[in-house]
């Protein structure tokens, strides 16, 4: 189990900056790569990040162009999504995620990923 800490979603303006952070709960998952996907309204969940286990490499979809930061604090276990410069596309709820296999970075496809925080919603508008 993943869970969500202090997300930091909510209603923002364009242009506006927000950290989500996700704790591990009743798994130490210190040796396991994590990601990020989002589910827009009437749409699948898609891949946003992923990073390694031991924060290093990182991967992000195209769409991010650099926006997004993913971290991780292996000594408290959790992982953070830095989000900047947000627009009204990335509206949305946003999932942390924990794989099933260790010591990689899975696919970016939810089918890869075994444990998911409940979600948090980000709104960004005008």
């Known amino acids: 189990q993943v869970h969500l800490v202090k997300s930091g979603g909510g209603v923002v303006q364009p242009g506006a900056s927000l950290r989500l952070s996700c704790v591990a709960s009743g798994r130490d998952l210190r040796s396991y790569g994590m990601g990020w996907f989002l589910q827009a309204p009437g749409m699948g969940r898609e891949f946003v990040a992923a990073?390694?286990?031991?924060?290093?490499?990182?991967k992000y979809a195209d769409y991010v162009k650099g926006r997004f930061i993913i971290s991780r604090d292996n000594d408290k276990d959790t992982l953070y999504l830095r989000m900047d410069s947000l627009s009204p596309n990335d509206t949305a709820v946003y999932y942390c995620t924990a794989p099933r296999q260790a010591y990689i970075i899975p696919p970016p496809v939810p089918t890869a990923y075994e444990l998911w925080g409940q979600g948090t919603q980000v709104t960004v508008s005008s």
């Open positions: 990073i390694i286990s031991r924060g290093v490499p990182t």
